[in-house]
Structures are given as structure tokens and as C-alpha cells.
């Protein structure tokens, strides 16, 4: 059996019973989001408790969020592993970092280091076997790039995860035109998942939970 197909009717009943909270605090960051331009690109509401629910499960104390945007999903693994926690939050965009810092103030959530400037260049400067948890959620182009450094940065037995590993629902059509708009992302998330998949350091996966999650145990 291939599994059950997620139909928008099944999203909502997930989200309305176990999401509610994550639902509401994207509602709030949206709003000073979309008040000054920023693009509304972020996890869904169950990526969001599903990645609260695994960082307390392995008891993560410090993550990594390559992506900040407006910053939502470095508020929700800032509320899931707790104030003496750490997360270190990469954003490219002055105005995105601004508005992501308004949002977690506005939260209470003083937790979260935000890093402004390109998210290799911030990862290069940061210590090996530091994180116990690692998202990518930026910039597709640059997928291998990330992964390759957050290999170094990731504790032995730590996790790191790959937003949109399904793109977009374009993965698998090898027959996608370059005149596509997503034509360059795709590719470069195709790179990734085989760079991902073929890793004998990386025990992974995909979780088909929103655009799909590649998760993997990194053994060093």
C-alpha cells in the first residue's frame, strides 16, 4: 500500500486538531509580514508541529534555521526546545530580518540569533558539531552548498532537514521544460535529494508532510 493521499480536506482535519497554535502564530507573523512587502514563503502549519514535535522528542537544545524570512520557523523551534535553548536564524534580506526580529520580540522569544547576510558565509564562521538540528529552507540553488556545510556543523547523531524536497510536486517529471518557473529550483532540489540520498554519513528520508521534509541522522 502506497499510503494515503493528502487531500486538502484531510490537511485541514489534521490542522484543526492538532495545529491550532502553530496555525495562529503564522497568523500573527504573516500579518507584519505582508504590511510591508515580505513574501509569504514558509513550512506549512503541520511541517510546523511536526518539526516542534520531533525536536522535542530528540530533545534538541540547539538548532540551525538556513532561511528566516519572516520568521516562523525559527519561532517554532525556539517555542518547542525551550528558553534555555538556543536557535541561530540566516537571512540574506535586511527588511526580512527586521520584520522576523519584530515577530519573535513580539513573542517573547529571545532565544533566536538572527544573522544577517549570505547564510554560507554565516556558516562557515560557526563552530563544527554544534547543532543538534539543522534546516534548510532557503535558497534552492544552494541546497548542496548548505547540506555540505551543515554536515560539518551537525553533531554526530544530529539531524539535518531539507524543506520542499518534493518541489513543488514537480520531483518526479523529468520531461519539466526549462521554460518552467520552477525549472532551476527543481533541478537543484533533484541535486540535493541524491546528494542527500547517496551520503553514507546521512540515514535519511523523505517525510511527505507538507512539500516533504529529507530528514537524515548524520553519523560522523
Known amino acids: 500500500m502506497k499510503g494515503t493521499p493528502i487531500t486538502e480536506s484531510t490537511f485541514n482535519y489534521i490542522v484543526d486538531l492538532f495545529a491550532k497554535d502553530e496555525v495562529q502564530l503564522l497568523q500573527k507573523f504573516a500579518a507584519r509580514a505582508e504590511a510591508v512587502g515580505v513574501p509569504m514563503i514558509m513550512i506549512s502549519e503541520e511541517q510546523?508541529?511536526?518539526?516542534?514535535?520531533?525536536?522535542?522528542?530528540?530533545?534538541?537544545?540547539?538548532?540551525?534555521?538556513?532561511?528566516?524570512?519572516?520568521?516562523?520557523?525559527?519561532a517554532i523551534m525556539a517555542r518547542a526546545?525551550?528558553?534555555?535553548?538556543?536557535?541561530?536564524?540566516?537571512?540574506?534580506?535586511?527588511?526580512?530580518?527586521d520584520v522576523a526580529r519584530q515577530n519573535l520580540d513580539a513573542e517573547g522569544l529571545n532565544n533566536v540569533k538572527i544573522l544577517q547576510g549570505?547564510?554560507?558565509?554565516h556558516m562557515k564562521t560557526l563552530e563544527s558539531n554544534s547543532f543538534d538540528f539543522i534546516l534548510i529552507d532557503a535558497d534552492k540553488v544552494n541546497y548542496v552548498n548548505y547540506l555540505n556545510e551543515a554536515l560539518r556543523l551537525v553533531k554526530p547523531g544530529g539531524v539535518i532537514a531539507g524543506d520542499?524536497?518534493?518541489?513543488?510536486?514537480?520531483?518526479?517529471?523529468?520531461?519539466?521544460?526549462?521554460?518552467?518557473?520552477?525549472?532551476?529550483?527543481?533541478?537543484?532540489?533533484?541535486r540535493f535529494n541524491t546528494a542527500f540520498?547517496?551520503?553514507?554519513?546521512?540515514?535519511?528520508?523523505?517525510?511527505?508532510?507538507?512539500?516533504?521534509?529529507?530528514?537524515?541522522?548524520?553519523?560522523?
Not at 525551550?82 to 527588511?95: I, N
Not at 549570505?118 to 558565509?121: I, K
Not at 554519513?201 to 560522523?220: C, E, R, T, Y
Open 48 to 74: 510546523a508541529k511536526y518539526v516542534g514535535f520531533f525536536l522535542k522528542a530528540i530533545k534538541a537544545k540547539r538548532a540551525l534555521d538556513v532561511g528566516t524570512l519572516f520568521g516562523y520557523s525559527a
Open 81 to 97: 526546545m525551550g528558553p534555555d535553548s538556543e536557535v541561530v536564524s540566516l537571512e540574506f534580506e535586511q527588511m526580512h530580518a
Open 118 to 121: 549570505q547564510a554560507l558565509d
Open 164 to 190: 520542499n524536497a518534493l518541489a513543488w510536486g514537480k520531483i518526479t517529471d523529468l520531461d519539466l521544460p526549462e521554460t518552467d518557473e520552477d525549472y532551476e529550483s527543481v533541478t537543484a532540489v533533484r
Open 197 to 220: 540520498g547517496q551520503n553514507s554519513s546521512i540515514f535519511g528520508i523523505i517525510v511527505p508532510v507538507g512539500d516533504g521534509l529529507a530528514m537524515g541522522v548524520v553519523n560522523k
